[in-house]
Each structure stands twice: as C-alpha cells, then as structure tokens.
C-alpha cells in the first residue's frame, strides 16, 4: 500500500501509481518487466551516507551504477551506499520501494541519465509500484539538482 503522505503528493501533482503484487517491482529488472519499460526508463532512489554526515539521494537511471568518485565530486566528501537498515530510518522506505516523494533532511540529485527518457518511473514508497512521470517533472517536484555521477 503506498504510504498515505506519498499518495498526497501524487494526487497534488496529478501523478498516479501503477501498482502490483507485493515484491514485484524492487528491483529496476523486475520493474520493467511489470512496467512494459525499458530498464533505463526506471528511476533508482539511492541512499548514500556522507563522510560529513549528511545523506544524499540520487535519482538515475535503471541500467546505471553510481560512480563513488563522481558523487565524491559532487557532494564534497566520501560516500557510501546506505544499508537497509539507516535508508528506512532516513527515509521512511524500505529498499526496494525507495522512493524521492516525500523525503525530507536529504539532497536530492537527479542524474541526466535519466534525461535520455519521456517517461521515466520512480516507486512510490513501495516495492510493488512504479510513478510514470517526465524527468523534468519529477526533477521539479521532488526539488532535485540535476547532476552526471553515472558510468
């Protein structure tokens, strides 16, 4: 079930959920294939914890790796993925179901991989949904500074 503040900021932006059996979309495979998209067309929400201690979201495509010397660049500081554990106290969602609405206290980046796509899918707080949506509009509403940490 998609948590209640995340459908309130789908609804205020006109954006709705396509959702799933639970588990089906944690993946950025596995959600393509339940999306009809291409891999590339889904938008990871990755954790990484700073050396400053701040945290930090980065929004790319599906079919990218974050390079850690990019996001070095940057943020400034060394980083690294956040475990299970500190994403869900950081940012309300699980992995698998990690997702830029409604996050707040974390730098949210947009990487231009994304871009490449007219549609692309963020989850919407679970591990069964996926938000189609244009890349400048999620960039927009999820108030991200667009950034190349790619490979």
Not at 14 to 20: I, N, P, S, T, W
Not at 21 to 50: C, H, N, P, W, Y
Request: charged letters at 20%.
């Amino acid at each position: 079930m998609i948590p209640e503040h995340v459908r309130k900021i789908l609804d205020e932006c006109g954006l709705a959920a396509r959702e799933f059996d639970a588990g089906t979309t944690a993946t950025a495979e596995t959600a393509a294939r339940m999306l009809g998209v291409q891999v590339g067309q889904i938008a990871k929400s990755l954790l990484f914890a700073g050396k400053d201690g701040k945290y930090y979201m980065v929004l790319c495509a599906g079919d990218k790796r974050v390079s850690s010397s990019l996001i070095k660049k940057l943020v400034g500081c060394k980083v690294s993925m956040a475990d299970a554990e500190t994403t869900e106290t950081v940012t309300g969602f699980r992995p698998g179901g990690v997702c830029p609405f409604g996050v707040t206290n974390v730098a949210v980046y947009i990487d231009r991989s994304l871009s490449a796509w007219d549609t692309v899918y963020p989850a919407a707080g679970t591990d069964s949904s996926g938000v189609p949506v244009a890349y400048e509009r999620l960039r927009a509403i999820v108030g991200a500074t667009e950034c190349s940490v790619t490979d």
